[in-house]
């Protein structure tokens, strides 16, 4: 038995054999959640049952929890939500449901996306490297406060959707020497707390290649550190179907593992709520393309926001029935 051990633990030093792979991420952003609770939207089984919304997605699969970060919150929708103290709340009600966390740091008081990547407030009048100070001191606060409750992300998103950069206009990508500088503070402070976390970067169009081609010559070529390339990926907004898409989707994805041998992984991802037997067939056929890259290198799919209702939230792509019960969509994740 010893001389077994012995060869297995020189062949896996030697690269001849590998670790277990992670389990593949099944994933859900539910930074809305916390919210419909304090509005008194309540949840229901496919029963009728009244039952936490996050034990809710666990029995349809999901693994994993993906919850943003807002450095002051606007009130958006009428009270500050997605805040440092909000955000490791979620995270321990994830934790005890046994749920992997990631955290998304938008680097905003509120929704940064392709269209806007507004500064804090408190951020504004900065010079550039007290801002690089902002990104560092924001993004180790929130991970070392997690970490004091007993809590490690395994991924951290160190921007949300930046395609055209972050925290405009210093950090955008006609700038990518300070937009290079910002994002090395975000994977510094995250490795700090625990070098084990995954720094993503995350784009939104994953089926567009010449997108991901563009930010991420720029990135290698200015020096930016990261470990996986996040996607967005919503037939919906390009007007497409998945049927016509997600051959892009997977090359892209390829692509990307070959060029910049990086994990890939479908951060965002969604279809209109009433179009059931769609949103169910993309997922699965998502899921399936994911799972099926070599090498595991596709680590997962997560839905945005599948329990933002459109009688609550008034946004088309969740995956809720407005009487509080999951879209037999979901199943999907069961697979």
Same mark, same amino acid.
């Given at each position: 038995m010893k001389l077994i051990y012995k060869i297995s633990l020189f062949l896996l030093l030697a690269g001849a054999i590998r670790p277990c792979q992670a389990q593949f991420a099944k994933g859900a952003d539910v930074g809305w959640l916390p919210q419909m609770e304090a509005t008194g939207f309540k949840f229901y089984d496919s029963d009728g049952k009244a039952k936490d919304c996050l034990l809710l997605l666990k029995e349809r699969g999901i693994n994993t929890i993906r919850l943003r970060v807002w450095v002051n919150p606007s009130n958006d929708r009428g009270s500050g939500h997605c805040g440092k103290k909000e955000t490791v709340e979620m995270a321990q009600r994830a934790q005890k449901l046994g749920m992997r966390l990631m955290i998304d740091f938008h680097y905003s008081d509120s929704w940064a996306?392709?269209?806007?990547?507004?500064?804090?407030?408190?951020?504004?009048?900065?010079?550039?490297? $007290? =801002?690089? +100070?902002?990104? @560092?001191?924001? *993004?180790?606060? !929130?991970?070392?406060?997690? /970490?004091?409750?007993?809590?490690?992300?395994?991924?951290?998103?160190?921007?949300?959707?930046?395609?055209?950069?972050?925290?405009?206009?210093?950090?955008?990508?006609?700038?990518?020497?300070?937009?290079? $500088? =910002?994002? +090395?503070?975000? @994977?510094?402070? *995250?490795?700090? !707390?625990?070098?084990?976390? /995954?720094?993503?970067?995350?784009?939104?169009?994953?089926?567009?290649?010449?997108?991901?081609?563009?930010?991420?010559?720029?990135?290698?070529?200015?020096?930016?550190?990261?470990?996986?390339?996040?996607?967005?990926?919503?037939?919906?907004?390009?007007?497409?179907s998945y049927k016509a898409t997600l051959g892009d989707l997977v090359g892209n994805m390829n692509d990307m593992i070959a060029h910049y041998n990086k994990d890939v992984m479908i951060v965002e991802i969604g279809e209109e709520d009433r179009l059931v037997d769609e949103t169910y067939n993309m997922l699965t056929a998502v899921i399936k393309a994911v799972r099926a890259i070599p090498g595991k290198r596709g680590l997962g799919v997560i839905y945005w926001e599948p329990e933002g209702a459109r009688s609550w939230s008034h946004y088309a792509l969740g995956c809720w029935q407005d009487d509080g019960k999951p879209s037999p969509a979901l199943d999907a994740f069961k697979k």
């Open positions: 996306d392709p269209a806007k990547q507004n500064k804090p407030v408190a951020w504004e009048k900065h010079s550039f490297p $007290q =801002l690089c +100070n902002d990104v @560092y001191k924001h *993004t180790f606060e !929130v991970l070392d406060t997690l /970490k004091q409750v007993g809590i490690t992300p395994e991924w951290v998103q160190v921007g949300n959707e930046i395609p055209g950069g972050m925290l405009w206009p210093d950090g955008s990508t006609s700038n990518w020497p300070q937009l290079a $500088q =910002l994002i +090395n503070k975000g @994977y510094d402070a *995250t490795k700090t !707390v625990d070098p084990k976390i /995954k720094v993503i970067v995350h784009l939104d169009e994953g089926n567009n290649n010449a997108k991901y081609r563009t930010f991420f010559d720029n990135a290698t070529q200015h020096g930016v550190r990261y470990d996986v390339i996040g996607m967005s990926y919503y037939p919906y907004w390009i007007n497409k």
